[in-house]
């Protein structure tokens, strides 16, 4: 019989299983369980505490949507801060932007990194560019402490709001961002599925609101391995309009992508009507 992976989603109701030839790794950090399998149609998997993370087959998704709207949002994106984002793969789109001068990454588990490394070269290839730095701290001081107007763009790749993550999903945090962003820069965090978590989405446009961003925006797109295989990232701009970017640029982009391009981005600020009725009474 062939072994198997299951992720059970108990608020949803749903599971989504692998089928695995092996399992590669297991270990118990101080932060959280990490476990890499070989899967028999996937590729590679991680998994944190029990849910998916990431796959061979299919992360360009999550990781191009993470990183090329909010960068083609932004008038010209120099200085970037990606908390979360352990296994790289963010990083690595955000160097494809020549634009791009300094991309620091801030992830309290040094250890999700340093088996992408080993398991996940390819989502690492960028991890020695002279524009980019590591740093195995926790975040949510790290941005606390972040001198004011600092940075271009701040991107949240964070897992689920529990455990570690929890306190990125707060107000508090989206002040501190907002003041380390320069004016016209942009927040842009996951912001999990639309179908199963709406609450979620919710709180997240009326923190961001609350804490003085101009302008929210959600990009919708599929992921394969989330629960409902619909994902999603929520923008907040600082005075400037995040459902505007620069189109002909993203159109005429320099380097290859797999899933973003710009009809993809116009089409992923659209709204479903549920999610419009949803957040009707936040304006």
Known sequence: M??????????????????????????QTPYQSIEIYETTKFGRLMVIDGCIMLTDR????YHEMMSHPV??????PKDVLIIGGGDCGTMKEVLKHDSVTRVEQVDIDERVTRLSEEY????????????????????IKWIKDATPESYDIIIIDSTDPVGPAEGLFTA?????????????????????????????????HRDLKASDFSSVATVFFPQTVYPSGWWSATMGGKGRNVRSYRESDARGKSFATRYYNADIHRGALAMPEFFRERLAGQD
């Open 2 to 27: 062939q072994d198997s992976f299951i992720e059970r989603n108990k608020e949803g109701g749903i599971g989504f299983s692998f089928d695995v030839k092996a399992k590669l790794h297991a270990e």
């Open 58 to 61: 299919d992360n360009f998704l």
């Open 71 to 76: 960068l083609f949002t932004h008038d010209a």
């Open 120 to 139: 996940f070269p390819d989502l690492c290839a960028s991890n020695d560019d002279p524009r980019a730095s590591l740093h195995f701290v926790d975040g």
């Open 172 to 204: 508090p945090f989206y002040r501190d961002c907002y003041r380390a962003l320069r004016k016209g820069g942009i927040i842009v965090q996951q912001s999990e599925s639309p179908l199963l978590h709406m609450y979620i989405l919710e709180a997240m």
